[in-house]
Structures are given as structure tokens and as C-alpha cells.
T-cell receptor, first 114, second 112 residues
Framework: AQSVTQLGSHVSVSEGALVLLRCNYS??????LFWYVQYPNQGLQLLLK??????LVKGINGFEAEFKKSETSFHLTKPSAHMSDAAEYFC????????????FGQGTTLQVKP | NAGVTQTPKFQVLKTGQSMTLQCAQD?????MYWYRQDPGMGLRLIYY???????DKGEVPNGYNVSRLNKREFSLRLESAAPSQTSVYFC???????????FGSGTQLSVL
């Protein structure tokens, strides 16, 4: 069965600092992996995804993530945090292939300090 | 394009009351989904519809029913609301070409 674990429910960084949000997954099949972002009082929007192509995936707003099969990880990074990056971030894995049946992690709230 | 539209945005119910959450998408997607979001638990799948005319249970279906009215619309019904159903509910549709979920803006439901 598929599962996702996000390490750290809250992460705080200074503006301009590196952002690193951790995600580990478990999957019995080759996974599709996603990072979604949720701004206050809004729905979720896709940041980036991995679907068995390049292992380093670039997304919107300067975020990127690297799929590491040996470590079963899909950590999200951004070289320099901006105040507008403050939001909740969710890592997710598909239950099976090209489907919207996603298994979500618990979420990580990113705080950006001036 | 409106994308995925959910109504209502907020709702307060008393225990035992019923209500239906409405969802519509205008992107011609086949698959639609209902998730609930609870603090510290991420999003969990309640029900989904892989195509018009079909529905299936997700991870947490108890206390809910769904109807796929047509390709555009997928409603979620609480027959007898319980405090444990206090949550934020999201409807979503799946883009099979771009392999991503599109989410509505959510319904914040409180059951007293």
C-alpha cells in the first residue's frame, strides 16, 4: 500500500534562505509523486510532479524536487525563500498510476520570517 | 474557465441534520473526487467517480453518499451529520492528459 510521510509539521526560514521540505513515500508500484501548495482559505494547486521521467523536477515559483528511489524520498527545495511562499505544502503519491486517487502526507506549514 | 466550483463555501449544521455539497467542473474531465482535510491528517479521499455513471468508496466513506449527476457534476451528501464530520471538504477533478488534480476552493463545514 502507498503512504507518504512529511517530516516536520512546521518549518520556519528567513526570507532569502534555503527552503527544504521533506517527503518520504512508500509504494508497491512505480510512483507518481506530487507537491501541492495551499494558500490560506484556498484550494490546493500543483507545484510540481514526478511521473517517471526526469528525476529532478522543476515546478512553479522556483521550486524543485528530486526523486530518489534508493532513499524513497521526494524532497521539495527552493534556493531563496520569499514572503509569498508562506503556505501549507502537501506531498502526495498516487494509489495507482494516472489517477486522481492520491494519498497525501500530513502537510508542512512554511513560515517565512522577514 | 471557472475550473472546479463548489457550493456552499461555509455551512453550520446541527447533529442529525442533512445536507448536500455541490461540485461542478467545466474542463470535461472524466474523473471527480471528494476529499476531506483535517488538521495534521492531510487530505483523505471520501469517494470518487472514475467516469459518468460510476462511483466508488475511498479511504473514509462512512457517513457519506455521492451522486455523479452527469459528467460535470458530482455531489456529496451527509444524511445525518455528526460532529466527527466537521472538516473542510474539497472537490477535485483529474486531468488525464496533464496528470494533475484540479481542486475547488473548499467547503468549511461545522457540525455542532
Amino acid at each position: 500500500a502507498q503512504s507518504v510521510t512529511q517530516l516536520g509539521s512546521h518549518v520556519s526560514v528567513s526570507e532569502g534562505a534555503l527552503v527544504l521540505l521533506r517527503c518520504n513515500y512508500s509504494s508497491s508500484v512505480p510512483p507518481y509523486l506530487f507537491w501541492y501548495v495551499q494558500y490560506p482559505n484556498q484550494g490546493l494547486q500543483l507545484l510540481l510532479k514526478y511521473t517517471s521521467a526526469a528525476t529532478l523536477v522543476k515546478g512553479i515559483n522556483g521550486f524543485e524536487a528530486e526523486f530518489k528511489k534508493s532513499e524513497t524520498s521526494f524532497h521539495l527545495t527552493k534556493p531563496s525563500a520569499h514572503m509569498s511562499d508562506a503556505a501549507e505544502y502537501f506531498c502526495a503519491v498516487t494509489a495507482s498510476g494516472n489517477t486522481g486517487k492520491l494519498i497525501f502526507g500530513q502537510g508542512t506549514t512554511l513560515q517565512v520570517k522577514p | 474557465n471557472a475550473g472546479v466550483t463548489q457550493t456552499p463555501k461555509f455551512q453550520v449544521l446541527k447533529t442529525g441534520q442533512s445536507m448536500t455539497l455541490q461540485c461542478a467542473q467545466d474542463m470535461n474531465h472524466n474523473s471527480m473526487y471528494w476529499y476531506r482535510q483535517d488538521p495534521g491528517m492531510g487530505l483523505r479521499l471520501i469517494y470518487y467517480s472514475a467516469s459518468e455513471g460510476t462511483t466508488d468508496k475511498g479511504e473514509v466513506p462512512n457517513g457519506y453518499n455521492v451522486s455523479r449527476l452527469n459528467k460535470r457534476e458530482f455531489s456529496l451528501r451527509l444524511e445525518s451529520a455528526a460532529p466527527s464530520q466537521t472538516s473542510v471538504y474539497f472537490c477535485a477533478s483529474w486531468d488525464t492528459i496533464n496528470e494533475k488534480l484540479f481542486f475547488g476552493s473548499g467547503t468549511q463545514l461545522s457540525v455542532l
